[in-house]
């Protein structure tokens, strides 16, 4: 269509000035070192402390450089190639995978990010262009910790000495993030010597997969991305529901959504796994293999005896009688409670390798405290006679009182001072993590907690050892960062509001932003924070962020202009005039046809089964996503206009022939009705806080979403990641009719713009 043309996007861009420690078994000297990075005099010329994240705890630079070739090697030591001895000892996962597995891990990594197809070969001999990897570190450096590692860059090549097989690995995300960092350097790397270790042996990231389904292969790509910071810890919360009222206030409290992602093949236990997304016995046998190639351990959650409705709406009458008790208030005198959560564990704990799992038991009725306390010591001697596992609870101590004691084997996961006393807990000898709200907790669309986090204030003046980041002074509020009951902390994602609130690409974003900072202060602390300002940490800390290989859920395609996608199919196919080359294929029938009226050409679905593929998957803010629509009459039930693997655009004939998008499951209405046979323009633009959607060039509506939480009850603006793998349908399911001049930016475009944008298409508008 020749309106879309070249000449309009030049008007576009001009437009665009419109004003619109110890978690592990670990030895002694493990304790955390206040050993100060140390950086040589630049007087001599030796190389600087080279960046990374976490930054380096102890760095003596040397003269000159080590570059990457083609033909650099990964050399593993035979004598360690299966493992070290004390691999197994210092980890919670049973079969902790060995040197010879993450090389291949590194190996992959090289590949992505330089295009180096290095290779891995086992030897005791390596040349000076190669990378060596060994254990035994122990032998010359007693006091280095189970996680540390001594790196050599020098004439003789790379050495990376470790004392476990995971230690190995963090000492490859640290070549790896100076590669990133090299790439305008020809991959070269400063020469010179560090000694790294973590200051904390429990880095972790806990995400609440429950109450937002995320398949597989996020959770793949959440591992590489913590992984890369050097968090060495997954937790994940398998069984939730959204907040709910008592019984009494909330008489439909059996009818809302639950989740409970854990898909057993006994049947006793099978019909309790959510339809969505559910993970069989592989699936995290899988998924177990992969993230412990990549240095991290799983610890899985079922939460009972509280948040429990995806048990307790199959059996009402395992509730407290009461109608003052919430509906997912587990009775804990009724004896089948017990039995059930005994036999569930028995049936699924086998799945994880971990040594360690969570029962919850969190935000119970205070009311029954002594008889929530029995069940946590209960079941404490459950899993250590039955299974010989460790449990840990979330802090929930203080809102349960009673007389009976909570054993102090059980470690807790301390989240707010409303629930438990982490000062407390490790003077009676409990052992804790510091995931303390609001300042771990990301809460999406949350008006309690962060929806999205400051970097700059973790990275600034947050420490797992505080507890209280207004009085860090305080004793009686935080403790000693040397308490060696302390394990660490880290980031906890809880999706109190459900999967409609924010795709799977805007929670990725929320956490990636943040989890840098985190991993820096688990290590390292505050010996970087103290002398390298934010500002220049925060940009270096966005391009390693934005080049980790494996990651894809960033959903920013590349491009050469401000232009990623435009197709008006003037030259009889879909090519792209962007110069980023990204060209259309035309699939199943879809073909070019006159357009008529003098508009030049366009796109023709010509049934349910034709559509054109282009080369990207989607595209998540900023951006803006336009194309002419002419429907023909009686489309198919939601009919899909654009696709992608995150969602549609579709023509939903719920009501009327409304344009509405799909996103993880989830409907969102825009209430613009296409009129069959008669062109009309659809585009829609996202910022980070909402989705404008512009009919005919004008902006209409927002997407929102109802919040029907008890508490919230309001509408809400929506962030939707734009669909752009298929015009129509590769599923079978496309609109049918004319489309043209389909593009795709890559920021925002306001009203204003798109007014201007209007009156180039004005001779079709309706």
């Given at each position: ?158 050495s990376i000495q470790a004392v476990t097989s995971r230690g190995a690995f963090w000492g490859t995300r640290s070549l ?247 000062i407390d807990l490790v003077k009676r000898g409990h052992t804790v993590s510091n995931l303390n709200a609001p300042d ?327």
């Amino acid at each position: 269509m020749r309106r879309i043309g070249v000449t309009i996007l030049a008007a576009l861009a001009a437009a665009s000035s419109v004003i619109c420690v110890s978690a592990t078994p670990v030895p002694d000297s493990t304790a955390v070192s206040a050993t100060s990075t140390k950086s040589s005099d630049k007087n001599n010329q030796a190389n600087p402390t080279p960046f990374v994240i976490p930054s380096l705890q102890e760095w003596t630079g040397s003269k000159g450089e080590w570059t990457l070739k083609k033909t650099t090697r990964i050399v593993v030591d035979p004598a360690y190639a299966e493992g070290g001895a004390h691999d197994a000892g210092n980890t919670f996962m049973a079969n902790p995978s060995n040197l010879k597995q993450h090389a291949a891990s590194f190996q992959s990594d090289i590949k992505e990010v330089t295009g180096f197809d290095v290779k891995v070969v086992v030897s005791r001999k390596y040349s000076k262009d190669d990378i060596y990897l060994t254990l035994g570190a122990e032998a010359s450096d007693p006091s280095l910790n189970h996680e540390g590692y001594l790196l050599d860059i020098d004439n003789k090549g790379i050495s990376i000495q470790a004392v476990t097989s995971r230690g190995a690995f963090w000492g490859t995300r640290s070549l790896l993030q100076m590669l990133i960092l090299a790439d305008e350097n020809n991959y070269a790397l400063p020469r010179g010597h560090a000694r790294d270790f973590p200051n904390y042996n429990e880095r972790k990231f806990m995400q609440d997969i429950a109450r937002k389904p995320i398949p597989m292969s996020d959770l793949r790509e959440y591992a590489t991305l913590t992984s890369f910071f050097k968090l060495n810890t997954l937790h994940h919360h398998y069984s939730d529901n959204p907040a709910v009222q008592s019984k009494d206030l909330m008489p439909d409290w059996a009818t809302k959504y639950v989740g409970f992602r854990l898909k057993s093949d006994n049947p006793t236990y099978a019909m309790y796994a959510s339809e969505d997304v559910s993970f069989t016995k592989q699936d995290l046998r899988e998924f177990q293999d992969f993230i412990k190639a990549r240095g991290m351990e799983l610890i899985p959650e079922i939460d009972t005896p509280a948040h429990s409705l995806c048990f307790t709406k199959f059996h009402p009458d395992w509730t407290i009688p009461e109608g003052t008790a919430r509906g997912d208030w587990m009775d804990l005198g009724n004896q089948e409670v017990w039995d059930f959560v005994e036999g569930l564990w028995t049936d699924v704990v086998g799945w994880f390798d971990s040594r360690e799992v969570s029962i919850g038991a969190d935000e119970y009725d205070p009311s029954r405290g002594d008889l929530a306390r029995k069940f946590v010591n209960h079941f404490h001697d459950f899993f250590a006679t039955n299974f010989n596992r460790t449990i840990r609870m979330w802090g929930s101590d203080v809102r349960l009182p009673g007389t009976i004691e909570i054993n102090s084997s059980i470690h807790t996961d301390h989240w707010g001072w409303t629930y438990s006393n982490p000062i407390d807990l490790v003077k009676r000898g409990h052992t804790v993590s510091n995931l303390n709200a609001p300042d771990s907790y990301l809460v999406p669309r949350s008006a309690a907690y962060w929806d999205y986090i400051d970097d700059r204030k973790i990275y600034e003046l947050w420490e797992p050892w505080v507890f209280d980041l207004l009085d860090k002074t305080n004793t009686s509020r935080n403790l000693s960062p040397n308490e060696p009951l302390l394990t660490g902390g880290g980031l906890a994602n809880w999706n109190d509001f459900l999967g409609e609130s924010v795709t799977r690409v805007e929670l990725y974003d929320r956490v990636s932003k943040v989890i840098g900072a985190f991993g820096e202060k688990l290590w390292t602390g505050s010996k970087n924070s103290d002398t390298v300002a934010y500002e220049k940490w925060a940009p270096l800390e966005k391009k390693l962020r934005e080049n980790i290989p494996g990651i894809t859920l960033t959903r920013r395609p590349q491009t050469k202009g401000q232009y990623v996608i435009s197709y008006d199919f003037e030259d009889g196919a879909a090519k792209d005039s962007s110069k980023n080359g990204y060209d259309g294929k035309l699939n199943n029938g879809a073909k070019i046809v006159d357009a008529g009226n003098g508009y030049g050409k366009a796109l023709q679905l010509v049934d349910k089964n034709s559509y054109v593929s282009t080369p990207l998957e989607s595209i998540a803010y900023p951006y803006a996503v336009g194309l002419w629509v002419k429907p023909n009459k009686n489309q198919a039930p939601n009919a899909v206009i654009l696709e992608s693997g995150d969602g549609k655009l579709l023509i939903s004939n719920n009501t009327a022939s409304t344009v509405t998008f799909e996103q993880d499951g989830h409907q969102y209405d825009t209430q613009i009705i296409l009129k069959p046979d008669e062109w009309a323009h659809i585009a829609f633009s996202a910022d980070g806080k909402k989705t404008n959607v512009f009919y005919n060039m004008r902006r209409t509506t927002f997407v929102n979403y109802y919040n029907s939480r008890w508490d919230m009850l309001q509408n809400e603006t929506m962030v939707v990641t734009a669909p752009i793998r298929n015009i129509g349908s590769a599923s079978g399911n496309s609109m049918t009719g004319l489309v043209d001049g389909f593009f795709v930016m890559d920021r925002e475009v306001c009203a204003g713009e798109m007014t201007f944008v209007a009156k180039h298409y004005s001779n079709s508008l309706p």
